[in-house]
C-alpha cells in the first residue's frame, strides 16, 4: 500500500431536532406507525404549499456560526429531480446554488496535541426523504412516509482528510458539535446523524484528485473506519492490477465488511436543478445572525480550554470530558458540590464510571450514580470515612441502587478506622502470629512489608486507613 495517498471528503446528513417537518406541521417523532405522520404537504398532493419551518432556519444558522462560517443573507430553495417510490413528489427539496451556510472549518485533534483544520464546504437545508422497507413482507417492498420532509443540514467537508482515523475524527467532531448546539439529537441507529464517505487514492506527489466512490450506509463510527479501509484496499488493488475506478455510488455491507456497487454515480445536471417556484428566497439579516451568535452555548473547543486552564487536565481528559455534552453536564453538576475535588472526580468519571457505562450500554445521562452521589462519595475518600478501595464497594452499591454513600457506609459498616490505637491492636496481632517474617524484614527484607499491610487490611477487612497502617507498621518492626 506504500506510495498511495487516500483523500477523503465526507457529506454528513443531521436531522433538525425541530417538533414539525421542515415544510409542514407534521410531527417528526421517530418510531410512530407507518404512514401517520405525513401529511398532505409532505406528499406533494395537488394544490398544496410548502411553508418553511423558521427554527429549522435558525438552527442553521448555529451551525454556520459556530464552524466560523459565512452565512448568506440570501438562500434559495431548488427542485433535485428524481424518482424513487419512497419520494412521492418526484423530488427533493434542497439547495443548490446559494445555501444557507458557505465555507467554514473545523479543527480535530488527532493524537495528544495534533490538531488539523477540515474546510467545510457548505451546509444547506433540505428534507428527508421517507424509508422504503424491505425486510417485512415477503414479495413486496413497504413505504413508510413518516420521514420524508423531516428537516436534514447536509454537510460538505473538502476532501481533506488523509486517512479512515482523521475522517472519523471529523465526524465525530461534527456529531459533537450538533449536539451541544442542539440542532441534533446525534442518534445514529434511528439515523438522526448519517456520514456518507467519498474516498479516493492517489500516488504521492500528485496533484490531481483521483476518481473517488461514494459510500452510503454507514450508521456508525466503527463502520465509518472499516467502510473507508476496505474501499482504499479496494482501489490501489484495482489499480496496481492495471484497472480503472469508476465514480460511482458504493454500499457498505457491514455482515461481510465490504462495499459492493449500487449505481453509477449522478452528475448534478441528471438532476435538473431549478429553484421552488413555491417557496420564496431565505432573507437573514445582520441582525439575525448576530442575535443567534449571542446566544451560542460555550462549545466543546471553549471547554475543553477552560478545563486545562481550570482544573490543570491533560489535553486528552479535557478531550474526553468535553467530547460528549452529557458527560461535560456531568463532571460540572458533580464539580458544583465538590469545587476542590476536580481531579479524583475526573479520574472516577472516565475510569469507573465510564466502565460500569459501557458494560451496562448505558448513557451517561441515565447513570444509575447521579453526580451528586458520586461526588458525595469522592468527599468521603477525601475525609477519611473510606478508603479508595472500600470506594470500589460503595460504588458498586449505588450502582445497585442500595442508596446513598452515607446509607450504604452505614449500613454495610464501611467506615474506615482512622482510631491509631485500634490500628495498632491490630498491627501488634499480626506481628505476634508471624515471628518468621519479622525477622525476614529486620534481616533487611523490605519487601516483607507488603506482607504485613496486606495482612493488617485483610484483619480490618480493608477498613483500616493505609497510610497510618504503613507508617505504624514501619516504627514497630524496627
Ligand atoms: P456530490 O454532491 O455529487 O456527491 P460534491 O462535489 O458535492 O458531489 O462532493 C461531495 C463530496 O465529495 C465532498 O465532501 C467532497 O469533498 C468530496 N470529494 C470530491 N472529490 C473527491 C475526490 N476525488 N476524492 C475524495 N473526495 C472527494
Ligand atoms: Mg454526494
Not at 421542515?22 to 407507518?34: D, K, M, N, R, V
Not at 461481510?256 to 431549478?274: G, L, P, Q
Not at 450502582?399 to 491490630?426: F, P, Y
Request: glycine share 8%; hydrophobic share 40%; aromatic share 6%.
Amino acid at each position: 500500500m506504500s506510495g498511495w495517498e487516500t483523500v477523503i471528503g465526507l457529506e454528513i446528513h443531521a436531522q433538525l431536532a425541530t417538533r414539525s417537518k421542515i415544510f409542514s406541521g407534521a410531527s417528526t417523532a421517530y418510531g410512530a406507525e407507518p404512514n401517520t405522520q405525513a401529511c398532505a404537504v409532505d406528499l406533494g398532493l395537488p394544490g398544496v404549499l410548502p411553508v418553511l419551518n423558521h427554527e429549522a432556519v435558525n438552527m442553521a444558522i448555529r451551525f454556520g456560526v459556530a464552524i466560523d462560517a459565512e452565512i448568506d443573507h440570501r438562500s434559495v430553495f431548488a427542485r433535485k429531480n428524481y424518482f424513487y417510490p419512497d419520494l412521492p413528489k418526484g423530488y427533493q427539496i434542497s439547495q443548490f446554488e446559494l445555501p444557507i451556510v458557505g465555507k467554514g472549518h473545523i479543527s480535530i485533534s488527532l493524537t495528544e496535541g495534533e490538531h488539523r483544520e477540515i474546510g467545510i464546504t457548505r451546509a444547506h437545508l433540505e428534507e428527508d426523504a421517507g424509508k422504503s422497507i424491505h425486510d417485512q413482507f415477503p414479495e413486496q417492498s413497504g413505504i413508510d412516509l413518516n420521514r420524508a420532509g423531516t428537516p436534514l443540514l447536509e454537510i460538505v467537508s473538502e476532501p481533506d482528510m488523509r486517512s479512515a482515523r482523521e475522517a472519523v475524527a471529523y465526524a465525530r467532531k461534527i456529531h459533537s458539535l450538533v449536539r451541544y448546539l442542539e440542532i441534533c439529537d446525534g442518534n445514529m441507529q434511528e439515523g438522526s446523524f448519517r456520514c456518507d464517505a467519498n474516498v479516493s487514492v492517489r500516488r504521492f506527489g500528485d496533484d490531481q484528485l483521483g476518481t473517488r466512490a461514494e459510500l452510503k450506509n454507514i450508521n456508525s463510527f466503527r463502520f465509518l473506519e472499516r467502510a473507508i479501509n476496505f474501499e482504499v484496499e479496494r482501489q490501489i488493488e484495482l489499480i496496481e492490477d492495471g484497472g480503472r475506478v469508476v465514480q460511482e455510488t458504493r454500499l457498505y455491507d457491514s455482515q461481510r465488511d465490504e462495499t459492493r456497487s449500487m449505481r453509477s454515480k449522478e452528475e448534478a445536471n441528471d438532476y435538473r436543478y431549478f429553484p421552488d417556484p413555491d417557496l420564496l428566497p431565505v432573507q437573514i439579516s445582520d441582525q439575525d445572525i448576530a442575535s443567534i451568535r449571542a446566544q451560542l452555548p460555550e462549545l466543546p473547543e471553549q471547554k475543553k480550554q477552560r478545563y486545562i486552564d481550570d482544573f490543570g487536565l491533560s489535553n486528552y481528559n479535557a478531550e474526553l470530558l468535553s467530547s460528549n455534552r452529557d458527560t461535560a453536564l456531568y463532571f460540572e453538576a458533580a464539580l458544583v458540590e465538590s469545587p476542590q475535588l476536580s481531579t479524583p472526580l475526573v479520574n472516577w468519571i472516565l475510569g469507573d464510571l465510564a466502565g460500569a457505562l459501557n458494560k451496562a450500554g448505558l448513557e451517561i445521562s441515565v447513570a444509575p450514580i447521579t453526580p451528586i452521589m458520586l461526588s458525595q462519595l469522592i468527599t468521603r475518600i477525601d475525609d477519611n470515612t473510606i478508603s479508595g478501595k472500600i470506594a470500589k464497594q460503595v460504588f458498586e452499591a449505588m450502582w445497585q441502587g442500595e442508596g446513598s454513600v452515607d446509607a450504604i457506609i452505614e449500613a454495610r459498616g464501611l467506615k474506615q478506622i482512622t482510631d491509631s490505637g485500634a490500628i495498632e491492636t491490630l498491627i501488634d496481632d499480626v506481628i505476634t502470629a508471624n515471628p518468621e517474617q519479622v525477622e525476614q524484614f529486620r534481616a533487611g527484607k523490605e519487601k516483607v512489608l507488603g506482607f504485613f499491610v496486606g495482612q493488617v487490611m485483610q484483619q480490618s477487612r480493608g477498613k483500616a486507613n493505609p497510610a497510618q497502617v504503613n507508617a505504624i507498621l514501619r516504627d514497630k518492626l524496627k
